[in-house]
T-cell receptor
Framework: KQEVTQIPAALSVPEGENLVLNCSFT??????LQWFRQDPGKGLTSLLLIQSSQREQTSGRLNASLDKSSGRSTLYIAASQPGDSATYLC???????????FGAGTQVVVTP | GAVVSQHPSRVICKSGTSVKIECRSLDFQATTMFWYRQFPKQSLMLMAT?????????EQGVEKDKFLINHASLTLSTLTVTSAHPEDSSFYICSARDYREDSGYTFGSGTRLTVV
């Protein structure tokens, strides 16, 4: 069974620093990996989707890498801002039906 | 991009009553939708896969008679929590994917259910 782990569980950085969030998965046979942001009491906002054949995806200040062989994905957020404070979740798509296996998330606080 | 609308956002109900949560795909058809549950400070746990025109597929440990799922059209799936109890209080979120786009899954805004 696929297990997804996110480290660290929580992270606090001063504004302007770069953020590095880690996601690891036990089974490399994934369809894709998706990063989400969740604000308190809200739903999930999709940030980046990396297909299994891709190595990375970029959107603005966000960059996500995928290394299937080592079972890892990393989300980089450049020049963090207080508005980046949220919980970040990674999810691996594990089958053709589209089931997602989520990590427990990393709670990020960016202080002004 | 794809939008999934979920209602209500919050609901408080009395123990023993039933609550219906709606999940709609806007501007796209979704033959498959997913229902998740999230406890405080925890990640999302898949409850069931909702399939248009057929029975839902439930994950192990999820009571199908308590969590009724109906996917009657290509744009609407509903989750009904029957005979709700305080332990059913949780955050419920649905998701769907627009297969016309290569953008992964879109999630609704979630429903905070409180059973008193």
């Amino acid at each position: 069974k696929q297990e997804v782990t996110q480290i660290p569980a929580a992270l606090s950085v001063p504004e302007g620093e770069n953020l590095v969030l880690n996601c690891s998965f036990t089974d490399s046979a994934i369809y894709n990996l998706q990063w989400f942001r969740q604000d308190p009491g809200k739903g999930l906002t999709s940030l980046l989707l990396i297909q299994s054949s891709q190595r990375e995806q970029t959107s603005g200040r966000l960059n996500a890498s995928l290394d299937k062989s080592s079972g890892r994905s990393t989300l980089y957020i450049a020049a963090s801002q207080p508005g980046d404070s949220a919980t970040y979740l990674c999810a691996a798509r594990t089958d053709s039906w589209g089931k997602l296996q989520f990590g427990a998330g990393t709670q990020v606080v960016v202080t002004p | 991009g794809a939008v999934v609308s979920q209602h209500p956002s919050r609901v408080i109900c009395k123990s023993g009553t039933s609550v219906k949560i709606e999940c709609r795909s806007l501007d796209f058809q979704a033959t498959t939708m997913f229902w998740y549950r999230q406890f405080p400070k925890q990640s999302l746990m898949l409850m069931a896969t909702s399939n248009e025109g057929s029975k839902a597929t439930y994950e192990q440990g999820v009571e199908k008679d308590k969590f009724l799922i109906n996917h009657a059209s290509l744009t609407l799936s509903t989750l009904t929590v029957t005979s709700a109890h305080p332990e059913d209080s949780s955050f419920y979120i649905c998701s769907a994917r627009d297969y016309r786009e290569d953008s992964g899954y879109t999630f609704g805004s979630g429903t905070r259910l409180t059973v008193v």
